[in-house]
């Protein structure tokens, strides 16, 4: 990338903090980068009214409806509140419209503009609870083209030592879920709803979220995964906008821009209530039953 490249990417994504801040959800609109690599990204800002935003957050129908095991107790049927709601009055009417494919930037690239927003996050003081707190900020780590992304709540004591999401007691245990699923951490791209840590470990405040969600947007927007897992309540409700508790977001795909959005309990959860260590399973079957490979098969 060359200087005058990298001001314009660090121009962009000034701009599209600025916006978000704003204007609170709106949209972000793929910018198809040129044959030639090396395109930032870039941001435009909303170019229509809020109530026709074109992000669309919502369930959708996996193609082939697999098996699942019932949770207990029994949950009842899909029902879930997401917003912004746009367009269509049944929001999984057109799900044989394909989705678009990935944006062509080469893996070099996304890494550039990844640390580029990376630098901008250490030098954030938008919260000024975290920044004073803080050790380091925790951005993101793996694959910077992954097909997966895998978001979480925020850094804890270990994260915001190592600069890196889940590395603790959860982060062994997620590890472990990927390895079950025939996959390395290397392969996948891990963010976090906050890129600080909150003091004693408390829930991420709205405040706290906002101010941090043009980051996590930046994020998807250049590692521009087909999936995306949210690990418990607090990544399902930000990144959906939901109000469900998680035993209910799961079992369905949502869309969150071009990416299928599979939620399910935090690693944290199941080191307190390893009996749902079988739901995480069956989320992950389900997830990758519709990237066609059969996570059963791998069991014995
Ligand atoms: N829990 C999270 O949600 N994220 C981390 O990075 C670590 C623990």
């Not at 007691?169 to 891990?190: F, N, V």
Request: hydrophobic share 35%; proline share 9%.
């Amino acid at each position: 990338m060359s200087d005058q490249e990298q001001q314009r990417a660090q121009r962009a994504v000034r701009q599209f903090m600025q916006s978000w801040q704003r204007s609170g959800l709106t949209h972000i609109k793929h910018i198809e980068p040129a044959p030639v690599v090396s395109a930032p990204v870039e941001v435009v800002p909303p170019a229509v009214p809020e109530s026709k935003t074109s992000l669309r957050i919502r369930p959708v129908e996996p193609e082939t409806p697999p098996e699942r095991t019932p949770v207990s107790p029994p949950e009842p049927a899909v029902e879930h509140v997401v917003e912004p709601v746009v367009e269509t009055a049944d929001p999984r009417k057109d799900m044989s419209v394909p989705r678009t494919t990935k944006s062509r930037l080469s893996k070099a690239d996304r890494q550039a503009q990844l640390d580029i927003v990376a630098g901008e996050v250490s030098q954030c003081r938008q919260c000024p609870e975290l920044a004073e707190t803080r050790t380091q900020t925790v951005f993101g780590v793996g694959n910077p083209s992954a097909k997966i992304m895998f978001i979480g709540e925020a850094p804890g004591a270990d994260e915001d030592k190592q600069g890196e999401p889940f590395v603790g007691r959860a982060g062994k245990l997620l590890d472990k879920i990927i390895e079950a699923c025939q996959m390395k951490r290397s392969e996948i791209y891990i963010a976090n709803i906050l890129r600080c840590r909150p003091p004693g470990n408390r829930n991420p405040s709205d405040t706290e979220a906002a101010n941090c969600r043009g980051f996590l947007d930046a994020q998807i927007e250049i590692v521009d995964p087909d999936y995306i897992v949210c690990w418990g309540s607090v990544a399902a409700k930000n990144l959906l906008h939901s109000e469900l508790p998680i035993g209910k977001m799961r079992g369905q795909f949502y869309e969150y821009g071009r990416a299928r959005v599979v939620c399910t309990y935090h690693p944290s959860y199941l080191l307190r209530n390893p009996s749902a260590k079988k739901n995480v399973w069956d989320d992950m079957i389900f997830l990758f039953e519709d990237m066609g490979v059969d996570l059963k098969a791998t069991q014995n």
